[in-house]
C-alpha cells in the first residue's frame, strides 16, 4: 500500500472507533482531506481509496488542481479565508464552503453562484477561541449573520465550522468543540453540519457531534511552505 493508503485506512480506523466511543454513526460523519499544497496526484492517490471530498484554502492552487482533475468526481470544499474580490470564483467552482464570516462574502458568493447550479452549501466560521484567533465571526454575531445568510437564494446554509486554537489539552479541545455545538443549536435554523476536527483533535471533535473531519496531515503528511502558495 501506498503511504497515502495507509494513512486514509489509520484516519478511517480513527474516525470509527471515535465514533464508536461516543455511540455515533460511523457513517455520519465525512472524511474531509484538506489537499493545500499537496499535488493532484496525491489526490488522485486519495480518490482511489474512495475519498471524494477535498478542502482547498487558495483558490488558485485550488483552480489547478481542478483542472487537472476534471476526469473524477470530486466534491470541492473551500475552506480557506475568502476575500472579497476573489468570490465570483469560489462560487462558481467549489460545492462547499466552510469558511464564510461575515454578510458581504455570503451576498457576494450568492449573487455570483453560477445559475443552474445547486445552491452553493456553507457554513459559517465562528471564533470560539476568543482573542487568540482572527478569523471567524464573533458568537455574539452569529444569530444575525446566520438569519441573514439563510435567506440568500444560491445559498444552503448547513452550519457552522471553527478552527480553535491548537492544544493537546483534551479538556480544552472538547470545549471549544461543544461550544460550536450549543451555538449551532441555539440558533432557530435546521443545521445539519458541524465542520470541526484536524489531523491531532479529530477524537474530541467527533465526540462532539462534528459531523466533517478537515483532515490534512494526517494524510498527506506534513507540508511544505517552502515555496510560497498562490492566492
Ligand atoms: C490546513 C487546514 C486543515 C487541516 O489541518 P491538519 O492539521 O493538517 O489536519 C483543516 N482545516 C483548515 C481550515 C485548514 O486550513
Known amino acids: 500500500m501506498s503511504t497515502i493508503a495507509e494513512n486514509i485506512a489509520k484516519v478511517r480506523t480513527r474516525i470509527r472507533e471515535a465514533a464508536q466511543a461516543s455511540e455515533r454513526d460511523f457513517s455520519a460523519i465525512g472524511l474531509l482531506a484538506v489537499s493545500k499544497t499537496k499535488p493532484a496526484t496525491a489526490i488522485r492517490e486519495a480518490h482511489a481509496c474512495g475519498v471524494v471530498d477535498f478542502g482547498e484554502n487558495y483558490l488558485q492552487e485550488a483552480l489547478a488542481k481542478q483542472q487537472e482533475l476534471t476526469d473524477l468526481p470530486l466534491t470541492w470544499h473551500f475552506i480557506g479565508p475568502i476575500q472579497s474580490n476573489k468570490t465570483k470564483p469560489i462560487a462558481e467552482h467549489f460545492h462547499?464552503?466552510?469558511?464564510?464570516?461575515?454578510?458581504?462574502?455570503?451576498?457576494?458568493?450568492?449573487?455570483?453562484?453560477?445559475?443552474?447550479?445547486?445552491?452553493?452549501?456553507?457554513?459559517?466560521?465562528?471564533?470560539?477561541?476568543?482573542?487568540?484567533?482572527?478569523?471567524?465571526?464573533?458568537?455574539?454575531?452569529?444569530?444575525?449573520?446566520?438569519?441573514?445568510?439563510?435567506?440568500?437564494?444560491?445559498?444552503?446554509?448547513?452550519?457552522?465550522?471553527?478552527?480553535?486554537?491548537?492544544?493537546?489539552?483534551?479538556?480544552?479541545?472538547?470545549?471549544?468543540?461543544?461550544?460550536?455545538?450549543?451555538?449551532?443549536?441555539?440558533?432557530?435554523?435546521?443545521?445539519?453540519?458541524?465542520?470541526?476536527?484536524?489531523?491531532?483533535?479529530l477524537?474530541?471533535?467527533?465526540?462532539?457531534?462534528?459531523?466533517?473531519?478537515?483532515?490534512?496531515?494526517?494524510?498527506?503528511?506534513?507540508?511544505?511552505?517552502?515555496?510560497?502558495?498562490?492566492?
Not at 144 to 159: D, E, H, K, M, Y
Request: some cysteine.
Open 96 to 201: 462547499w464552503v466552510h469558511s464564510v464570516d461575515r454578510l458581504k462574502i455570503a451576498e457576494r458568493l450568492s449573487a455570483q453562484r453560477t445559475a443552474g447550479l445547486a445552491p452553493l452549501n456553507v457554513c459559517l466560521q465562528v471564533n470560539v477561541s476568543g482573542e487568540a484567533s482572527k478569523s471567524g465571526c464573533a458568537p455574539e454575531e452569529l444569530p444575525a449573520l446566520a438569519a441573514a445568510v439563510s435567506t440568500l437564494p444560491n445559498l444552503r446554509l448547513r452550519g457552522l465550522m471553527a478552527i480553535p486554537e491548537p492544544t493537546e489539552d483534551r479538556a480544552e479541545q472538547h470545549a471549544a468543540f461543544a461550544r460550536l455545538r450549543q451555538l449551532a443549536h441555539s440558533l432557530d435554523l435546521p443545521l445539519d453540519t458541524l465542520s470541526m476536527g484536524m489531523s491531532h483533535d
Open 203 to 231: 477524537e474530541a471533535a467527533i465526540a462532539e457531534g462534528a459531523t466533517w473531519v478537515r483532515i490534512g496531515t494526517a494524510l498527506f503528511g506534513a507540508r511544505d511552505y517552502g515555496q510560497p502558495a498562490q492566492q
